[in-house]
T-cell receptor
Framework: DVKVTQSSRYLVKRTGEKVFLECVQD?????MFWYRQDPGLGLRLIYFSYDVKMKEKGDIPEGYSVSREKKERFSLILESASTNQTSMYLCASSSFGAAGSTDTQYFGPGTRLTVL | KQEVTQIPAALSVPEGENLVLNCSFT??????LQWFRQDPGKGLTSLLLIQSSQREQTSGRLNASLDKSSGRSTLYIAASQPGDSATYLC???????????FGSGTKLNVKP
């Protein structure tokens, strides 16, 4: 059974703190993604990675950075947390996904982050 | 930039009713379109995938259609059940890296 795990389900941090969100997948997938989900806005892509040590900005990368030192692990870093980063954060992974592929993204359960 | 819209944002129906959820996208240059289900406080699970060359896909009581030229997809749920209550999201794949653009979802409540 495929599995994507996230380090925390709920997290409460203070403004200005450095926050690490960890994601691990056990499917040997090349691609990994970080999204945030807010009511009425759907999922918005923050960053994605298509290989170890490779990263690409998504639609809303400001205030975030990522790290992928091993294929199975993708970390999202909030260098200095702010209240507008309170959100649900979802991690996903997928195989390469050439045209015609039926591969999908597999999601973790999410981390609900509250920044006070 | 691709934009994906889902209407309605919320829907409440009695058990047994057939229903249709709508998804529209602005750029027809997509690889495929997927429908996902999200239960409260959980991640997303893929329900159906339609390749850009296909018109529809079926899985059990679910049927998804795709009209790429008009930028529309529908998810038809037959004989709805309380267990179908969840948020349904559509997403379009736009490149080889399996990058998706998601709609904001339709929250479905099926009343017993």
């Amino acid at each position: 059974d495929v599995k994507v795990t996230q380090s925390s389900r709920y997290l409460v941090k203070r403004t200005g703190e450095k926050v690490f969100l960890e994601c691990v997948q056990d499917m040997d997938h090349e691609n990994m993604f970080w999204y945030r989900q807010d009511p009425g806005l759907g999922l918005r892509l923050i960053y994605f990675s298509y290989d170890v040590k490779m990263k690409e900005k998504g639609d809303i990368p400001e205030g975030y950075s990522v790290s992928r030192e091993k294929k199975e692990r993708f970390s999202l870093i909030l260098e200095s947390a702010s209240t507008n980063q309170t959100s649900m954060y979802l991690c996903a992974s997928s195989s390469f996904g050439a045209a015609g592929s039926t591969d999908t993204q597999y999601f973790g359960p999410g981390t609900r982050l509250t920044v006070l | 930039k691709q934009e994906v819209t889902q209407i309605p944002a919320a829907l409440s129906v009695p058990e047994g009713e057939n229903l249709v959820l709508n998804c529209s996208f602005t750029d027809s240059a997509i690889y495929n379109l997927q429908w996902f289900r999200q239960d409260p406080g959980k991640g997303l699970t893929s329900l159906l995938l339609i390749q850009s060359s296909q018109r529809e896909q079926t899985s059990g009581r679910l049927n998804a259609s795709l009209d790429k030229s008009s930028g529309r997809s529908t998810l038809y749920i037959a004989a709805s059940q309380p267990g179908d209550s969840a948020t349904y999201l559509c997403a379009v794949k736009v490149d080889n890296f399996n990058k998706f653009y998601f709609g904001s979802g339709t929250k479905l409540n099926v009343k017993p």
